[in-house]
């Protein structure tokens, strides 16, 4: 499944290209625009003169086709992200649980409870400063 997604994402994409080229090949209205900067004299040659109805058709089916594409392409994604969802990973994990022998050793004896405080370590910053108390000086 996911081979057919990369694939009509690559097909997407070369569309996303085609559908720039093709407006920027267009003629503009009034001859101004980015048409005549980058090459609209072109469609004339190719298409003929009434090319405007070609490019125009053409650009609308290459448009429509390329939001299908994205909304296919987001339903596939969704449609593989879904069976791998979280629940049934957790389905999964309890049955290797109940499957797999438990190896439950004794338990420990609980060491004895200390009230000594681990010394701070040693990149600490805040353990080298002095500690400051509240109490009146002696005098």
Do not use: R
């Amino acid at each position: 499944m996911n081979f057919i997604v990369g694939l009509l994402t690559f097909v997407t994409v070369c569309n996303a290209l085609l559908l720039i080229l093709l407006v920027l090949v267009q003629l503009p209205k009034k001859d101004a625009g980015a048409g005549m900067a980058f090459g609209a004299g072109t469609a004339d040659a190719l298409f003929g003169a009434g090319s405007g109805n070609a490019l125009t058709k053409i650009t609308k089916n290459a448009t429509l086709t390329f939001i299908l594409l994205c909304l296919f392409i987001g339903y596939l994604h969704d449609k593989v992200h879904a069976d791998n969802s979280a629940a049934d990973f957790l389905k999964q994990v309890q049955a290797k649980q109940m499957a797999a022998p438990a190896m439950n050793p004794a338990p420990l004896a609980t060491p004895p409870a200390t009230t000594a405080t681990p010394p701070p370590a040693a990149g600490n910053l805040l353990s080298t400063l002095p500690v400051q108390t509240n109490a009146p000086a002696a005098k």
